[in-house]
T-cell receptor, first 116, second 113 residues
């Protein structure tokens, strides 16, 4: 029943490891996003996909690679994890209406990544 | 470029008191404006949104916000705060033709009994 679900909820890993976070939405939305929330609660967009096509790719290290196998899924793979990658990562989805109106995001509950 | 400013980092109110959280935006055309709430350990939940039309919008949980173009503001209000309203509140701005939302830095609301 969860509209936007992310797994895992918590992820603790060592520096240098590779990890993935998965996201799925069952709302029929056409656009999905990854946002990073730092320790000061600041939210910054990383990527967005519309119907499996990459639309937004902000200035993010290329160690971060999103992948959208279909419009209901958007995964985030992170290579060679660094201490500074520790944050909460949120997946979100939205529906784009006529004239390019974005009706607002539905967020997942977040994945708290801790790199040690 | 769009930007959002939430001048108050932290606000404390007593339960039952009225609340106003400030949000100022910068955008050349008519923006799309949103307020989200984030409870501890949770994702963000949409409270309300403004696209066009009536400048006073009603949201969930008894919240409302007023769009004032002359002041570039979209302040969130609630007449009587409940202890369960304690959370982080984010204002966000978007624009026609882009799916990207720019978020403010958030206002943490603390409610005392």
């Amino acid at each position: 029943d969860t509209a936007v679900s992310q797994t895992p909820k918590y992820l603790v890993t060592q520096m240098g490891n590779d990890k993935s976070i998965k996201c799925e939405q069952n709302l029929g939305h056409d656009t999905m996003y990854w946002y990073k929330q730092d320790s000061k609660k600041f939210l910054k967009i990383m990527f967005s996909y519309n119907n499996k096509e990459l639309i937004i790719n902000e200035t993010v290290p290329n160690r971060f690679s999103p992948k959208s196998p279909d419009k209901a899924h958007l995964n985030l793979h992170i290579n060679s994890l660094e201490l500074g990658d520790s944050a909460v990562y949120f997946c979100a989805s939205s529906l784009t209406g006529a004239g390019g109106v974005n009706y607002g995001y539905t967020f997942g509950s977040g994945t708290r990544l801790t790199v040690v | 470029a769009q930007s959002v400013t939430q001048p108050d980092i932290h606000i404390t109110v007593s339960e039952g008191a009225s609340l106003e959280l400030r949000c100022n935006y910068s955008y050349g055309a008519t923006p799309y404006l949103f307020w989200y709430v984030q409870s501890p350990g949770q994702g963000l939940q949409l409270l309300l949104k403004y696209f066009s039309g009536d400048t006073l919008v009603q949201g969930i949980k008894g919240f409302e916000a007023e769009f004032k173009r002359s002041q570039s503001s979209f302040n969130l209000r609630k007449p009587s705060v409940h202890w369960s309203d304690a959370a982080e509140y984010f204002c966000a701005v978007g624009a026609r033709g882009t799916d990207k939302l720019i978020f403010g830095t958030g206002t943490r609301l603390q409610v005392f009994p």
